[in-house]
């Protein structure tokens, strides 16, 4: 994990059970006699997870259907520092903070983590989208249940479901960094056959129609063409809103989908290409971040927007 993620070490347990009682009852001994928590089960996950908000980010407010994604906070977390540490080396190895620092959350989700961890890290402003009007409704509402994050986060709903930046990007908006964990899978029995694996790694049961561990609802996990056919979307899109922004990036999950990302972003003439190794447990991913700005027109950003906060 990464040197600023707060859950580098061990689980407190003492800590994290202290803030959400109810998490105690589902804390067993793993195979080597440990405490544990029962990762197999998405409501003790859900739980832990509220409880590393409530500790760590001091977030006391945060529920959402538990139909939705749960998402794991210290991965998550990592994606912002890592590209927090992105927007340093734009800036001489100096992180901007504050407000006057806007990013772009594609894909907002139910549980508004991104933003969360953004604006308790680094003070950041936040827009955030999605296609579903209902997570975007429970965004709002945990927004607005957490006085440390109220007005530093706008949610916006994606009308169109098959857009990015369309709709969502203002003209006149200048966004430091857009971040997107994108759709996994491409079809529903290719996401029950990744969980199954997920399940039986975790628990070492085999099931048949297993009960996603994160959650989840569809368009959360899943999209026609999977990870490489939205990143493709993305893409193409973000040349339309070249000037609106100094950095676009997402999560790449599959190795694999790299080589066609590389070839795309070279074909539309990305003036910059990075790639950031990512890594939790026997989990590795990275991150694909690429701005249009040249030289000169980074330069006159930072002066414009960055030199007055720091």
Not at 148 to 173: A, N, P, T, W, Y
Not at 213 to 233: H, R, V
Request: glycine share 6%.
């Amino acid at each position: 994990l990464h040197p600023r993620n707060k859950n580098r070490e061990r689980y407190d347990l003492n800590a994290l059970t202290t803030s959400i009682p109810e998490l105690k009852n589902y804390i067993r001994p793993n195979k080597f006699g440990v405490e544990s928590v029962e990762f197999s089960n998405p409501l003790a996950v859900k739980l832990l997870n509220k409880a590393i908000l409530n500790h760590y980010y001091g977030i006391k407010n945060w529920e959402f259907p538990d139909e939705n994604l749960c998402p794991p906070i210290p991965g998550r977390a990592d994606y912002i520092h890592h590209i927090a540490d992105l927007l340093g080396e734009s800036n001489f190895g100096t992180i901007p903070i504050g407000d006057k620092i806007t990013c772009l959350d594609i894909g907002l989700g139910a549980s508004c983590i991104y933003p969360i961890i953004g604006v308790t890290e680094y003070g950041w402003k936040f827009i955030g989208s999605d296609i579903d009007p209902k997570s975007i409704a429970s965004a709002r509402n945990i927004v607005n249940s957490n006085s440390s994050i109220k007005d530093k986060i706008e949610c916006r709903l994606q009308k169109k479901s098959k857009d990015v930046f369309h709709g969502i990007i203002r003209k006149e908006d200048k966004i430091e960094l857009i971040i997107c964990n994108p759709p996994f899978h491409s079809s529903v029995e290719d996401a029950q056959k990744g969980t199954r694996r997920k399940i039986k790694n975790l628990s070492g049961k085999k099931v048949k129609t297993p009960e996603l561990n994160f959650s989840g609802i569809s368009n959360e996990l899943i999209y026609d063409g999977g990870e490489y056919k939205f990143i493709q979307n993305m893409i193409i899109e973000s040349e339309k809103f070249s000037k609106n922004c100094y950095w676009f990036s997402t999560l790449v999950s599959k190795q694999s989908n790299l080589k066609g990302i590389y070839n795309l972003l070279e074909k539309i003439e990305a003036n910059q290409i990075k790639k950031i190794p990512m890594g939790t447990g026997n989990k590795s991913s990275r991150i694909v971040a690429w701005t249009f700005l040249s030289k000169k027109e980074q330069k006159e950003w930072r002066e414009n927007r960055w030199e007055k906060i720091l």
